[in-house]
Nanobody
């Protein structure tokens, strides 16, 4: 059974930074792409960033480009999201995800970690 456990969320002032971590277990971590998504109150869950199994290719939402960096450590089975220059609109629950056997359509999800950015 695939399990994803996020950590690193918290309260930070606008302009500050945070690093989220997500530790995976239950299958060969290095075989699958990983991603971060977020859901703000009253809004749908949205894509934030993703990284291929090798870490060779990353993709970002336009709203976070240049401020967030996704990375992974396959030896530690961990994916990170380094967030800089945080804005109040980044406030959300952040979820780690990994693609399922047939792709992102049957992704596995973590429980989420709250990020709150005060103005």
């Amino acid at each position: 059974q695939v399990q994803l456990v996020e950590s690193g969320g918290g309260l930070v002032q606008a302009g500050g930074s945070l690093r989220l971590s997500c530790v995976a277990s239950g299958r060969i971590f290095s075989n699958y792409a990983m991603g971060w998504f977020r859901q703000a109150p009253g809004k749908e869950r949205e894509f934030v960033a993703s990284i291929t199994w090798s870490g060779g290719y990353t993709r970002y939402a336009e709203s976070v480009k240049g401020r967030f960096t996704i990375s992974r450590d396959n030896a530690e089975k961990t994916v990170y999201l380094q967030m800089y220059s945080l804005k109040p609109e980044d406030t959300a629950v952040y979820y780690c995800a990994t693609e399922g056997a047939t792709g992102w359509g049957d992704a596995y999800w973590g429980q989420g970690t709250q990020v709150t950015v005060s103005s």
